[in-house]
């Protein structure tokens, strides 16, 4: 089973990649997680972001691997807890069958697509850059619930005292 994490935009600053990697280097041999920045479509004055969308969203199927289970991350999606993606990522890890996550770029995902499930991280609208950190950091974490780690623990206790 892998997890392919699927973003639009190639271009992201040092702080996300450092973020992204920080995360993905805690991760253990048995869960790989593969990140791949597809780009943009080419946006230009009098643009037409439902084309650009539909240009991307091509991109995104194209990268997905056959017969994986394809999660679209927005806004409008089912929010989960960190417990409740432990339980996903229990699934995942025993189902044998890839993942694709797909992070859309600065003017959403194509309504076209069909995911299989549609994830919020949370009702706010984020810049596509922090989803990216966010979700390496979630997926982490789910990880490290469903393999007994404590790391979510102590992020509890931290959020308690702040």
Do not use: K
């Not at 040092?14 to 990697?21: M, Y």
């Not at 780009?39 to 995104?60: H, K, N």
């Not at 229990?90 to 600065?106: M, N, S, Y």
Request: no cysteine; glycine share 12%.
């Amino acid at each position: 089973m892998r997890l392919w994490i699927l973003a639009l935009g190639t271009r992201m600053p040092g702080w996300v990649e450092a973020g992204v990697s920080e995360y993905a280097a805690r991760m253990p041999p048995h869960f790989q997680v593969q990140w791949r920045s597809l780009p943009l479509a080419r946006r230009g004055r009098g643009g037409d972001p439902a084309r650009w969308r539909r240009e991307e969203g091509e991109r995104l199927l194209a990268a997905t691997p056959a017969g994986a289970e394809r999660v679209a991350m927005e806004v409008t999606g089912r929010a989960l807890s960190s417990e409740a993606l432990a339980q996903r990522v229990d699934g995942w890890l025993g189902g044998g069958r890839d993942v694709a996550l797909w992070i859309g770029g600065p003017d959403g995902l194509d309504p076209a697509l069909r995911p299989d499930w549609r994830w919020s991280l949370s009702p706010l609208t984020m810049a596509h850059p922090v989803v990216r950190v966010v979700v390496a950091e979630q997926i982490y974490r789910a990880w490290s619930i469903q393999a007994g780690l404590p790391y979510h623990r102590a992020g509890e206790e931290h959020q308690h005292h702040a």
